[in-house]
């Protein structure tokens, strides 16, 4: 014997119910089988609002009885043939006749008693199991249709209905001992009491129907067919990647299903439980696809973890006081006052102090609740000994769930670290007794995000670390991060294993933060959705957020910005910048942030500051590292210079020169800025402190690349003061000549001496042919007296977001 139930969504159609008919015709032919159904998908719901209609005396209960009379019309019509219908239509009558006297009655009455609503909720099943059978006939498939409320008899007590499970069992093998055929068709859900009244079984009550009738029958088998593959290691509307669990146990089972896997109600089938029968949960729309065997003693799960579930809707209560502290009995009368008020507890922490005590209950019963716990503490309320219960909504419940979960080490520290990586706080944990799952209490809105990384992070083998970045500025070079960010975050993912997500981004006085990420429309909405704010609230809000794998990466010039590297350093958030003023700042300064960022394990990256992307600090590392001495080096570190100077052939004037680099964005707001030399000078500075010469910015000889008078000015009358030192370029420009040789800007670096200025190279000179905006620096040590050289785009907005994305994914790995 097999017992076969079907659920709502199974037979929630005419096409539908065709597949369960051909499944059950399946079934039959490898032995005896009882099929078990549920109402048409709604059918219940349905009759519960005109039941409801009719109590109030709402005559529109009728048109909603027709509407159930033409749906079930239309199944009848689209799958049993001419010849058969007319003896199904009328039992289908003879019960929509049925159906609307007793609604008659409660219209008289005024009145919906649990009886009636149980008489009304019948029908459904009735005549979904009445049409399957017609069905089945039609096929020439012989079958019974069964009355299950002649086998299945109930007791009312505690307002509630249950089944007297030893009559139930004898009149169900009484029944079958009496019939030979090899299927039976039994309506789910409904049964009657000693007096032959109809009643229910309550939620699930298929499910109960269909484990009575397998330990009954004695049946090797119980299939759940529903419209799913089985049980899931998680959600797949949640987790796409989730796969069906081919083996668990009865136990494991409950414990998921209690947490939210609603393919198996526990109440419902602790009858095959207690007797051992398995279940096998198969999908009506993938009759031969994946299924689950929910079994006593399944195969050993890998990691011994089963899956993940989760409750959404959930209500946490605190009752908290200093007079619960060594007095018993505190948490036996909170429990008994929920339990008189009917409400389920879903989940218990209770503080070591006992002064605190917090339960998880469904959120829809949060306010009965709360009366009811204030209720029974109100004395000590009033003397202050306990506070009024505190009442939170919003949350959910995710669980883990598996065997033997006391013995796999790690397994927490494992959810922490997938819920820390992805930002996502945790509001309690609770291990069940039954060391079978682990329970984490978050916010709602968090719920989806922490089912697919705790599921990665223990049914993926590959996963990616979660690195939550925060950008400050947004200018040419931040909004070139964000949209290169976006580019290439699939490639990261795959080649490094990150999972880079803008977090949070600010202005000088905006700011906005998103869990989700940060991509280039939402940093663009910025200036209209972006908070009021500034620097040091953004950092302050970062530190407060704690994240896992924090990333701080600064694309200003801000001296204000800079100054707080310490704070985000002592608060273990990494630092990547383009701002040349802290590793430029006085030596004893920098030398504190380095130390800070190594005692706290974080890191301080800064390869932007000496030539944009062109690995130059990098390569001075790698250079030390392997034991090389520098010995010195001379550089081109201004993209602008370089182009000023290596374009300036006497032909036109200086001053237009400049212009043009101008108008092509390559100078400052105000060139000035660029001819002093204040930004080489940072960068030769930079430069000397990573060769090893502990330098100060006011020991470095510095010229700036052009005379005095140009700087005596303001931006607007610049170029009249450019045109005026053009003798002064005329004659660096000849005296280069003469010699054959090209001027440049220069950085030149020693162990005793630092400089930038104009110098004339000669062509045998690695630099000499450096044009453009191009950089360039040539690092000479003891083993490579020729020096190593290193040329490229040394400036532009997408050329510095490339080394800043670099920095990012060092601090990250």
Not at 281 to 295: A, L, Q, R, Y
């Amino acid at each position: 014997m097999q017992v076969l139930k079907f659920g709502g969504s199974s037979v929630a159609n005419a096409a539908n119910i065709i597949r369960v008919t051909s499944i059950a015709a399946e079934a039959a032919k490898r032995d005896k089988t009882i099929l078990v159904s549920s109402a048409i998908a709604g059918c219940t719901n349905k009759l519960i609002e005109i039941a409801t209609m009719a109590s109030v005396k709402d005559q529109k209960y009728k048109e909603e009885i027709l509407s159930l009379h033409v749906s079930h019309s239309d199944i009848i019509e689209e799958i049993i043939p001419l010849e058969f219908r007319d003896g199904l239509i009328e039992q289908c009558n003879a019960l929509l006749l049925q159906l609307n006297n007793v609604l008659e009655g409660i219209t008289l009455v005024g009145e919906l008693t649990s009886s009636s609503l149980d008489t009304v909720m019948s029908f459904g099943e009735l005549l979904s199991t009445t049409i399957i059978s017609a069905k089945l006939n039609s096929e020439g498939v012989n079958n019974v249709w069964t009355d299950s409320r002649k086998l299945i008899k109930t007791y009312r007590r505690n307002s509630a209905n249950h089944v007297s499970k030893k009559e139930t069992y004898n009149n169900i093998i009484e029944y079958l001992s009496a019939n030979g055929t090899r299927l039976y068709i039994v309506p789910g859900f409904i049964a009657s009491d000693a007096t032959g009244k109809t009643t229910t079984l309550g939620r699930g009550g298929s499910d109960y129907t269909a484990s009575l009738f397998a330990v009954a029958s004695g049946a090797r088998v119980l299939e759940i067919w529903t419209d799913v593959n089985g049980m899931m290691t998680a959600d797949p509307r949640i987790v796409p990647r989730a796969k069906t669990i081919e083996h668990i146990s009865y136990t494991e089972a409950l414990e998921l299903s209690h947490f939210g896997a609603k393919v198996v109600y526990s109440p419902t089938i602790q009858p095959v439980v207690k007797h051992s029968i398995p279940i096998v949960v198969k999908n009506t729309f993938d009759p031969n696809g994946p299924s689950t065997i929910i079994e006593s003693n399944p195969p050993e799960a890998i990691g011994k973890i089963r899956g993940i579930s989760s409750s959404n809707k959930i209500a946490l209560l605190s009752l908290e006081g200093s007079g619960m502290v060594g007095i018993p009995g505190y948490s036996a009368r909170f429990f008994t006052a929920l339990a008189k008020s009917k409400i389920d507890i879903l989940l218990i922490t209770q503080a070591s102090s006992i002064h605190t005590m917090c339960v998880a209950i469904e959120e829809p019963f949060v306010t009965k609740a709360g009366k009811a716990v204030d209720s029974e503490f109100a004395y000590e309320i009033t003397l202050g000994k306990v506070n009024p219960v505190i009442v939170e909504k919003g949350f959910s419940i995710i669980s883990l769930v598996g065997n033997d979960m006391k013995n796999q080490s790690g397994t927490s520290g494992k959810i922490f670290d997938a819920l820390g990586n992805a930002g996502i706080n945790i509001r309690a944990i609770a291990q069940g007794s039954s060391e079978r799952n682990i329970s984490a209490i978050l916010m709602e809105e968090d719920s989806a995000a922490a089912v697919k990384v705790v599921h990665d992070r223990f049914f993926v083998k590959a996963r990616n670390k979660k690195i939550h970045l925060f950008i400050a500025g947004y200018g040419n070079v931040g909004k070139s991060l964000v949209s290169l960010i976006e580019e290439q975050k699939s490639i990261i993912a795959i080649e490094r294993g990150l999972d880079i997500s803008i977090c949070g981004l600010s202005t000088s006085s905006l700011q906005i933060f998103s869990k989700e990420g940060i991509g280039h429309s939402k940093a663009e909405n910025i200036y209209k959705s972006g908070k009021s704010s500034n620097i040091n609230n953004f950092i302050r809000d970062i530190v407060a957020l704690s994240p896992c794998n924090p990333v701080f990466v600064d694309c200003t010039s801000s001296g204000n910005v800079a100054s707080l590297y310490t704070e985000l350093l002592s608060n273990g958030i990494s630092v990547v910048t383009c701002n040349k003023i802290a590793p430029s700042a006085p030596l004893h300064s920098w030398e504190n942030l380095k130390n800070i960022s190594l005692d706290k394990g974080v890191s301080l990256l800064y390869e932007t500051t000496a030539g944009a992307a062109l690995p130059i600090i990098e390569t001075i590392k790698r250079l030390k590292e392997s034991g090389e001495e520098i010995t010195g080096a001379q550089a081109i570190l201004s993209g602008t210079l370089n182009y000023l100077y290596s374009n300036y052939d006497g032909s036109k004037p200086f001053a237009s020169l400049i212009k043009e680099a101008q108008d092509a964005g390559y100078t400052e707001p105000n060139p000035a800025t660029d001819l002093s030399g204040t930004d080489v000078l940072r960068k030769c500075t930079i430069i000397s402190r990573e060769c090893g010469f502990n330098v100060e910015q006011k020991d470095i000889e510095a010229v700036a690349a052009a005379p005095a008078e140009i700087f005596e000015g303001d931006k607007d009358n610049f170029y009249s003061l450019a045109h005026t030192a053009e003798p002064f370029f005329a004659a660096k420009l000849e005296q280069a000549s003469q010699k054959g040789e090209r001027l440049r800007y220069i950085a030149s670096i020693t162990p005793n001496k630092q400089s930038i200025g104009i110098a004339s190279l000669s062509p045998d000179n690695p630099l000499y042919n450096v044009c453009g905006t191009n950089n360039s620096i040539t690092i000479t040590t003891r083993n490579y007296p020729s020096g190593i050289t290193i040329t490229g785009a040394g400036a532009g907005a997408r050329v510095t977001a490339g080394g800043v994305l670099n920095d990012i994914i060092k601090a990250a790995l």
